[in-house]
């Protein structure tokens, strides 16, 4: 009997050890199930706060410095309706916008020009969001006493076959150009619709497009090109062949030296840069900003002009 005893007594032991490793073994699989199904909740919030994020991420814009006038007020008044919200926009000319955003350094390119027109830029890569269009015109000091050239003459003028302004009917004054640098979209459009491609001869070069109309401006005899928002009465801006730089005659494509106006994307914008390009286009920008500012809204264009040049 004792030994029964003791063998029960034994077996109860072991039982209750069992038990209790039972019991340890099975407590860590209610919480990897709790864990399993919280899952989709931080995903969900992560998500949440992935957009709020978004919608508030920096944008930087670089680029035109034609175009850094408009992007720059459209910014301010972005940001002035979504606090907390930071754009930085930036100059630098085109090609250097059309590079910053392609290695995906800047948040949007701003260029005159087509990326397709830009060597070494993967233009398959980006997307194109035309926003306005500028007119540029050739100026000069306001003392030249002309205000139209033929393309010809302009053509001469810039290639350094013409050097003094009296061979085109101005004073007895040496030209001095005053260009901007091959990366600058403003020279691409200028040269490709007014030169017709005439290579530029050598000049004083400057990256910004203040700077030109500053130089310009103090300069007697000095000659460049600029965007029409740029254009105010310390300098010139001349007729070609007879046609005004205005937005009837650029609307229509009867004064064909004007550029459309894009911010490019790499891929399909999101977020803050998504809805700062959706605000570009409302009628409170194009109506007001763009038109204040000397660019022609995109809607008002009559004519579609692709990346070759071609018009219809």
């Known amino acids: ?36 199904t919280a899952t989709p909740a931080p995903e969900s919030n992560s998500g949440n706060a992935g957009t709020e994020q978004t919608s508030n991420e920096p944008i930087t814009a670089v680029g035109s410095t034609a175009m850094q006038p408009l992007i720059e007020q459209a910014a301010k008044d972005f940001m ?5 919200l930071q754009i930085q926009v930036q100059g630098g000319g085109s090609g250097t916008g059309l590079s910053q955003v392609a290695s995906g350094a800047a948040t949007i390119g701003n260029s005159d020009i087509f990326a397709e027109e830009k060597k070494d830029i993967p233009a398959a890569e980006l997307v ?4 306005a269009v500028v007119g540029m015109a050739a100026v000069v000091n306001p003392e030249i006493n002309i ?9 001469d003028i810039f290639s ?15 030209v001095t150009l005053v260009n901007r640098p091959k990366s600058s979209g403003t020279r691409a459009t200028f040269s ?24 310009i401006s103090e300069t007697p ?19 070609l062949d007879g046609v005004e730089a205005n937005g009837e005659n650029i609307a229509t494509n009867k004064y064909p030296v004007w550029a459309y106006q894009h911010m ?23 109506k007001k900003t763009v038109t204040d500012l000397g660019f022609l809204p995109i809607t008002d264009m009559k004519v579609d002009r692709g990346a070759d040049g071609s018009v219809k």
Not at 264 to 277: C, D, I, Q, R, V
């Open 192 to 215: 490709k619709f007014a030169l017709d491609g005439t290579e530029e001869a050598e000049g004083i070069t400057e990256d910004s497009s203040g700077t030109v109309r500053k130089i």
């Open 80 to 84: 002035a309706k979504n606090q907390g």
């Open 221 to 239: 005899g000095a000659i460049g090109y600029l965007a029409l928002s740029y254009i105010n009465d310390s300098v010139k801006a001349l007729k």
């Open 160 to 174: 350094g076959k013409v050097t003094n302004w009296k061979e085109v009917g101005g004073p007895d004054q040496k």
């Open 147 to 155: 205000d139209n050239l033929t393309k010809q003459q302009l053509i």
């Open 1 to 36: 009997m004792k030994k029964l005893s003791k063998m029960f007594m034994a077996l109860t032991v072991v039982g209750a050890l069992l038990a209790g490793c039972g019991s340890n073994s099975a407590a860590p699989t209610q919480p990897q199930q709790q864990s399993g």
């Open 128 to 131: 194109d969001h035309k926003i």
């Open 264 to 286: 490019y994307t790499k891929g399909e914008p999101t977020g803050s840069a998504k809805a700062f390009l959706e605000f570009m286009l409302t009628e409170e920008v194009q």
